[in-house]
């Protein structure tokens, strides 16, 4: 059973720094991408950042390039999604993806992810 658990979620100051985590399960660790989104409500969920294990593959959306990182501990798990300079633009709730029918491939749009994990909130605010 595909399983997928952020944390690390929290209130930051603009400028400050976080690290999600996203522990997952039920799949194998070695083909299939991992992705963080974000959502506000009210708003379209954003694809932030994929990483594909195959061949370390990462994409980010325009809006965290630099800022961003994508990762995942050597033994595997959990994957990290490293957020630096945030700002209030950043606060959202983040969720990481996977999609277990697709190998060797990563993606940020939200519709091609089948599976998906509660989510972790993230403010940013003074």
């Known amino acids: 059973q595909v399983q997928l658990v952020e944390s690390g979620g929290g209130l930051v100051h603009p400028g400050g720094s976080l690290r999600l985590s996203c522990v997952a399960s039920g799949f194998s660790l070695d083909y299939y991408a991992i992705a963080w989104f974000r959502q506000v409500p009210g708003e379209e969920r954003e694809g932030v950042a994929c990483?594909?294990?195959?061949?370390?593959?990462?994409h980010y959306a325009d809006s965290v390039k630099g800022r961003f990182t994508i990762s995942r501990d050597s033994a595997k798990n959990p994957h990290y999604l490293q957020m630096t300079s945030l700002t209030p633009e950043d606060t959202a709730v983040y969720y990481c993806?996977?999609?277990?029918?697709?190998?060797?491939?990563?993606?940020?749009?939200?519709?091609?992810?089948?599976?998906w994990g509660q989510g972790t909130q993230v403010t940013v605010s003074s």
């Open positions: 993806a996977t999609n277990i029918n697709r190998a060797n491939w990563c993606g940020l749009q939200g519709d091609e992810y089948p599976y």
């Open positions: 990483f594909s294990p195959s061949d370390g593959t990462t």
